[in-house]
Every structure is written in C-alpha cells, then in structure tokens.
C-alpha cells in the first residue's frame, strides 16, 4: 500500500507526507502480526546471552546469595516491564518507529539526534557482541578440535584466523537473518528465544546431579557485610535498569506491530518478569554449582560446557550459544540503528539499507580491538549510553504529562513551518534545554571514579533529572492542553 492509500484509509485523505520525512518502513505499521508469544520470544532473544549469565553470576561472586539477587533482579524487571508498556504502548498506538516517536518531543529534524545516538550505541555493541559470540565458539571449537590451535598463531588486524573464521560466520548468517527485514526478525526470535533453554536446563541438572542436588541458596563465595549487600541489593537494580535502558528506549520499534496494546502487555509480562528473573535464577544456580564441583565459581557458561568433555554436546552448545547471541543483536543491536538511519534520510534509506550500513561498520570498526580497549568501552560507550535515560525521561513526560497522548499522527510526517512538531526550524529547544545538562550529569556519575558509589543509578538519575527539567520548561504548555477524553487516552 503506498503512503497516500494509507494515509486515506486510516482517515486522512488530501494528506500528503513529506517525503523527507517518510518511507515505507517509517509509516505507520501496515501489518500488525506480532502476537503474544513474538514478544515473549523476543525477550528471550533480549535475555537469553552470555553477558546476563556473567552479570548474573557475577553477582554472586561479589557476595549476594540467590535469594538476594533474585529479589534484586525481580524488583528491576519490574520496574522494566513498566518503562516498557509505557514506550510499547506509544508504538502500538501510532504504528511507529523510534526515531518517529521522537519526533514528538525533539521535532521533526531534532529527532535525529537521539535517533543517531542510540544508533552509534547500537552499531558499537553489535559488532562486540558478534565478537563475543565468536569468542565462545572458539573456545569450545578448541575444546572439542585441539588441532584448531594452530589457526592462533597469527593474526591480522588483531585477530586470528579461527577469530576470523567464526566472527564473519556470525556476521553474515545475522546479515542474511535482517536483509529479509522485520518479519524474518520475527520468525527468527520466536526460534532462537526458546533455544538458549534446552541448553540452561540442561546444564542445570547436570550440576545438580554433580553437586548431588545439595547447593546452598543463602550461602556466598565472598561474604560481605550486611550493610555492602543491601549496597549491592539496589546496585543490582539500578545496573539492570541501565543494562535495559537502550532497549526501553526503542521498544515501540516491535510494539508497532502488535495489534493491540493488551498484547503488549501480556508478551512484556511473561518476557519480563517471569521469564527474565527465571533465567539469571537458573544462571546463579548453575554458578553456585561450579563452585560445590569445582571449587571455583565459573562464570563463563562456554567455560563450564567445556568441562563436559563430551565433542557432540560442545558442538550443540556451542550452536545454540552462537544462536542465543545472534537473536540478542538483532533484538537489541540492530532494528534500532536500522530505523534511525532511515529516518536521516528516508528518500535514500530504508530499513533493510540501514541494517546492511549497521552491519558493515560493524566489522569495519574492528570491534575485537574496541572490546579490548577500556577507553572506548567505558568512557565513549559509557558516556553515550548515560545519554539513554535522559532521552527517556523527556520523551515520556511528554507524550504522557505535556502532550497527554494526544497525538497528531500524520502531523509527524510534515515539515511545513507551523506544523504542530516544527517547532523551531525543525527542533524543540526545550526537549534539548532538558536533555543536555541532564546527559552531562549523568555521564558524569557513570564515568568519574569519584561517584562510583552512584554510578549504577546513573541511568535513573538522568531520567529523573530531564524529566523533572522538561516538566519545568513546559509548564504553561501543559496547561494549555486539553484534558484528553478517556478513550482517547486509553487508544
């Protein structure tokens, strides 16, 4: 259906999107097929990785025990699955994409600014995540074919030939997956979701039966003070908050498709909550097994299989594993940057352009070297991604607090002056007077050792900060909306 039909049988006829502003991929959703269990699957693509399993794990270690992280983690899933109905039910409302959506706050060329720093984050970590994935291939390929060491000898541009062999395997099995566009995503995470499960539970029962079903769940490798494991108790939510952040930020990428918002919540319901806080239970378990075993707590899930000894099952973990972080890239690292560099220029791009330009810088920034190197992670990663939460906090208070959902849908596709998301040449300054000093805060508290203590809040206070900034700046406005009807704020 072209733009002008659509616009037409949605009720807009005589209106004309300008075409600087649209494409087929950025209009609202067409087709709404994503059901219940698509955005179930989805969040196992989301959770189901080798970095939950370590940052779960990892927990243990630093002396939390079972119960305290699952409450930690529950409390954070929680209050994840909230931020997400919010921005989940934006998308399904409007039909849109992230870099839409913004449009609302920031404009209709001010978008791209937040559109382009969620790409850059998204571009970055889905090349280190393919990078990850290669990695835990490799070390069980070498477990299971000892004569593979030989490909470790040499390298070229960092990286060794069974580096390379695995990480562009990866790379282009994902590139083959996104170049079919968003339903193939979707038939992809409905498999790969429910994958990383088999291998979990699995090796769940083997430690038990190793451990001869006797693990502790109040005990801990490195005891601590009762005052350091609340300290960690809250930590642990707010790093989750963080860790969720970028993807809270474009969910209505996939709530667009959903065909109503009770579907959102359902599938963000079993995705989150349950699921989510199952699966890093499941990890700590499994944690604290190694250590009844093998004396030592292993983190690495790839690590623990290898101990098997077994060259069939280590092939099948490490295909699922490989599986398992592939679907999380997609999810996380890959629909967002695809749809934001649509939207800089939607005449030239589309979504399965934007994906292929994601993925070739991808491997272009060699992303090997950019995990190994900590300034590039932790100050220019880390710094963007203390940008999320402030992006966060004005688009939500003002689509729910100034705007009061009220939305002028085809209004997102004009860029005539005095159209109601012109604002200013094309930008809001308020939306940026709000968001500016509130990054820089919050980049600070995640960067500066000195604030350490607060830096895995960095994310909540960033949003809280914009939000309270943007409410502030926009007061007269607010009171200038109508109250909206109770059905039009229920969509």
């Given amino acids: 259906m072209s733009l002008a039909d659509r616009a037409e049988a949605t009720g807009a006829p ?54 305290q992280i699952f409450t930690s983690l529950l409390v954070g899933f929680v209050l994840i699955y909230l931020g997400m109905n919010m921005m989940g039910r934006i998308g399904q409302r409007h039909g849109v994409p992230f870099p839409v959506v913004s449009r609302i706050s920031f404009g209709v060329w001010g ?13 970055m970590w889905y090349g280190i995540q393919t990078y990850l994935a290669s990695v835990a291939v490799n070390v069980m390929l070498l477990a299971a074919w000892p004569g593979l060491k030989s490909w470790t000898h040499h390298a070229f541009l960092g990286l060794d030939a069974l580096g390379w062999t695995s990480f562009v395997a990866l790379w282009l099995i994902q590139a083959l997956i996104i170049s079919q566009g968003m339903e193939s995503v979707r038939k992809f995470q409905d498999f790969c979701g429910p994958a990383i499960w088999l291998v979990m539970i699995t090796l769940a029962v083997w430690i038990l039966a190793k451990a001869h079903w006797t693990i502790s769940l109040t005990s801990t490798p490195h005891p601590v003070s009762t005052g350091e494991q609340w300290r960690q108790w809250f930590g642990a939510i707010g790093l989750v908050l963080a860790t969720y952040g970028t993807l809270m930020l474009n969910f209505c990428d996939f709530s667009r498709f959903a065909p109503g918002y009770r579907t959102v919540r359902r599938g963000n319901f079993w995705g989150l909550p349950i699921n989510s806080t199952a699966f890093v239970i499941v990890s700590v ?134 159209s109601r998301y012109y604002y200013r040449k094309g930008v809001n300054p308020k939306a940026l007077w709000a968001f500016l000093p509130s990054a820089a805060v919050a980049a600070v508290l995640a960067l500066v050792k000195a604030f350490s203590a607060v830096a895995p809040y960095s994310w909540f206070i960033g949003t809280a900060l914009a939000a309270a900034l943007y409410a502030v700046l926009c007061r007269s406005e607010r009171a200038a909306q109508p109250a909206p009807a109770a059905a039009v704020a229920e969509g």
Avoid: C
């Avoid at 969040?43 to 079972?66: C, E, K, P």
């Fill in 111 to 123: 978008a791209n600014i937040p559109a382009l720093i969620r790409a850059v984050i998204a571009i």
């Fill in 285 to 418: 378990i499994v944690t604290a097994g190694s250590i009844q075993v093998f004396g030592e707590a292993i983190t690495d899930p790839a690590l623990l299989v290898a101990k098997v000894g077994n060259t069939w099952v280590l092939v099948l973990a490490a295909f699922t594993f490989a599986v398992a972080t592939m679907g999380v890239n997609i999810v996380a690292n890959f629909v967002s940057p695809a749809y934001d560099l649509a939207n800089v220029w939607p005449q030239k791009i589309n979504f399965k352009v934007g994906g292929m330009i994601s993925t070739v810088a991808a491997l272009v920034v060699t992303p090997w070297n950019l995990f190994s190197n900590p300034t590039v992670v932790n100050y220019f990663l880390g710094g963007l991604g203390a940008f999320l939460g402030p992006l966060f906090g004005v688009i939500m208070l003002d689509y729910y607090w100034v705007k009061r959902g009220r939305i002028d849908t085809d209004q997102l596709f004009s860029a005539e002056p005095g």
């Fill in 14 to 67: 005589g209106f004309v999107p300008d075409p600087r502003l649209t494409n087929e991929d950025l209009a609202p959703a067409a087709e709404r097929k994503w059901k219940v269990f698509d955005l179930f699957a989805m969040w196992m693509s989301d959770v189901h990785n080798l970095g939950n399993y370590t940052f779960a794990a990892g927990l243990l270690v630093l002396g939390m025990n079972v119960w």
